[in-house]
């Protein structure tokens, strides 16, 4: 029903930057909020950063003031700007978007499939 596609993750050295991009597509009438969560190996996946619809966003403490999320397309693309990043970023990292479907109107999350960001020292 709702598809999101990852890009942009990759392999870079402490102090480097990344940008993660998410598109969403599918049988969807609106979307509430993106975000962005991360799992590393042996942890629970964490909310990294996520952005509402009236443009309010949310940042990890570990994250603030390093990391930014925007969108463009009303939500249906979100981008995650990673700077001086450090090896504790290391981590697969998901796109989740807050939808509402198409037809049934009724609210629906759907997942991406991850991207790997690997961060070496």
């Known amino acids: 029903q709702v598809q999101l596609v990852e890009s942009g993750g990759g392999l870079v050295q402490a102090g480097e930057s990344l940008r993660l991009s998410c598109r969403a597509s599918?049988?969807?009438?609106?979307?509430?909020?993106m975000g962005w969560y991360r799992q590393a190996p042996g942890k629970q996946r964490e909310l990294v950063a996520r952005?509402?619809?009236?443009?309010?966003?949310i940042y990890a403490d570990s994250v603030n003031g390093r990391f930014t999320i925007s969108t463009d397309n009303n939500l249906y693309t979100s981008y995650l700007q990673m700077n001086n990043l450090k090896p504790e970023d290391t981590a697969v990292y998901f796109c989740?978007?807050?939808?509402?479907?198409?037809?049934?109107?009724?609210?629906?999350?759907?997942w991406g499939q991850g991207t790997q960001v690997t961060v070496s020292p």
């Open positions: 989740r978007a807050d939808t509402i479907l198409a037809l049934t109107m009724a609210p629906h999350d759907s």
């Open positions: 599918g049988m969807i009438d609106s979307i509430k909020a």
């Open positions: 952005i509402l619809r009236d443009g309010t966003t």
